[in-house]
């Protein structure tokens, strides 16, 4: 009797016991079910947020390119089109027979570089981009006597350094017209001397005496720098001029279509 006493108390403590955990396991399953109901609920609902604004926030995102823009790639178009109709050669002239230096040309560069060596001197040439004049200058020069007759005439600015071994060199500033070569500037450029330090220049080319300006002329004229060689390199600039508008224009092109 004392067994089936104990038996009976222990049923009646136990059976309470197993309501409560499988009340609690079910009541935890509702509440997971109910709340994964609701996560899933609210992404559809974000899915249908997102799906009903995107639309607007791509138009307003658009690529689409502005009718300003389009307006300038016409002119740009038209402008290559004028610029390749006026070139009498797109081509790069070949220099002439007996052509003394080498030519390093660049595209993009505004200037071209010419080398050579004679007899132990390195000899380099830094040509520039011409100052073309055209017949518009003398029509608004009202009849005016102009002092300095070189300003109405086409030119190139070159650089001329001869230097030899390890040594010091002669820098020149030259203008050259057609069939003319006048030497602005003349220094000595010494490469121990630290560019911090103000070099003496010397006096102006033209207040040298008149003997010792021919015999500077004479001394760039055997070694290359001649009428015979800036007028090819006059036309050589001009061409490059034009070759290297062209690729500008067609670079800016590039841009506003990107």
């Known amino acids: 009797m004392a067994v089936t006493n104990i038996i009976r108390r222990t049923a009646s403590q136990v059976v309470p016991l197993a309501a409560r955990v499988i009340f609690r396991t079910q009541s935890y399953h509702h509440r997971s079910s109910a709340l994964l109901s609701t996560i899933v609920n609210r992404s559809a609902a974000s899915r249908n947020f997102f799906r009903s604004s995107a639309p607007s926030t791509l138009h307003f995102y658009s690529t689409k390119r502005p009718s300003s823009d389009e307006s300038l790639l016409k002119v740009i178009q038209s402008e290559i ?22 030519i390093e040309d660049h595209p993009g560069q505004q200037t071209i570089t010419l080398t050579r060596e004679y007899q132990g001197e390195s000899i380099n040439v830094e040509v ?44 020149f500033g030259i203008t050259a017209f057609a069939d003319e070569i006048a030497i602005d500037t003349l220094s000595i450029k010494d490469p121990n001397v630290a560019e911090d330090q103000i070099a003496y220049e010397g006096p102006d080319f033209t207040d040298l005496d008149e003997n010792l300006q021919k015999a500077f002329h004479k001394y760039l004229e055997i070694r290359g720098i001649k009428p015979s060689t800036t007028n090819f390199l006059h036309e050589y600039m001009v061409n490059k001029d034009s070759r290297e508008y062209k690729m500008w224009l067609k670079n800016l092109k590039k841009f506003i279509e990107a």
């Open 81 to 102: 089109q004028c610029a390749e109709e006026s070139d009498e050669q797109d081509e790069v002239e070949e220099a002439p027979e007996g052509f003394p230096f080498k």
């Open 128 to 171: 520039h981009m011409p100052d073309l004049v055209t017949g518009d200058e003398d029509e608004n020069d009202n009849g005016g006597e102009d002092d300095d007759e070189g300003s109405n005439q086409s030119n190139i600015p070159l650089v001329v350094r001869v230097s030899k071994r390890n040594g010091p060199a002669l820098e």
